[in-house]
């Protein structure tokens, strides 16, 4: 019997909807809806289900990732801001019990101090940084390498 598809819930932060016009030398120049249509393509080409989200609020997120706990077999986030700080977001994705993988689309580590230091990452599988847009894909075939060596 062929594997049912693997689900993944992609998530952008606050101020991700303004990629592409906000300091395209940190993020590059290509629109939020670009980005997303290259993470639909690779994930049809993996095989692989998306639902994605951009929202500018806390609360949206953790909601959407509690509606998806047993829909989705894995989460992509680039938590924006939040990443720093939001020990809710960090909570919202542990209870869920899956697979998360940390994505910025700069490379974080080599900006500000406060920057640094991700709440999410201790409870992520892995961070993807610094790869642009392209990071999403890379997350999602590190999904799919995960679901089928690991797990
Ligand atoms: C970001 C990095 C964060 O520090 C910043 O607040 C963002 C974008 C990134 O994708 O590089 O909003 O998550």
Redesign the pocket.
């Known amino acids: 019997m062929a594997r049912e598809a693997i689900k993944v819930l992609v998530l952008h932060g606050?101020?991700?909807n303004l990629t592409g016009f906000r300091e395209p030398d940190l993020?590059g120049k290509k629109p939020l809806e670009d980005i997303d249509a290259d993470i639909k393509a690779a994930a049809e080409r993996l095989g692989v289900e998306v639902r994605i989200l951009q929202s500018n609020h806390e609360g949206v997120l953790i909601d959407t990732i509690q509606e998806h706990r047993k829909w989705a077999d894995a989460i992509v986030i680039?938590p924006?801001?939040l990443?720093?700080y939001s020990i809710a977001l960090r909570d919202a994705c542990v209870s869920v019990r899956m697979p998360i993988v940390e994505v910025?689309?700069?490379n974080?580590h080599a900006r500000e101090d406060f920057?640094r230091h991700s709440v999410i990452a201790p409870v992520s599988v892995g961070q993807v940084v610094g790869f642009g847009g392209y990071g999403y894909v890379l997350a999602l075939e590190a999904i799919v390498n995960l679901q089928t060596e690991v797990l």
């Open positions: 606050p101020n991700l993020y680039n924006g801001a990443t720093h910025h689309l700069s974080v920057r």
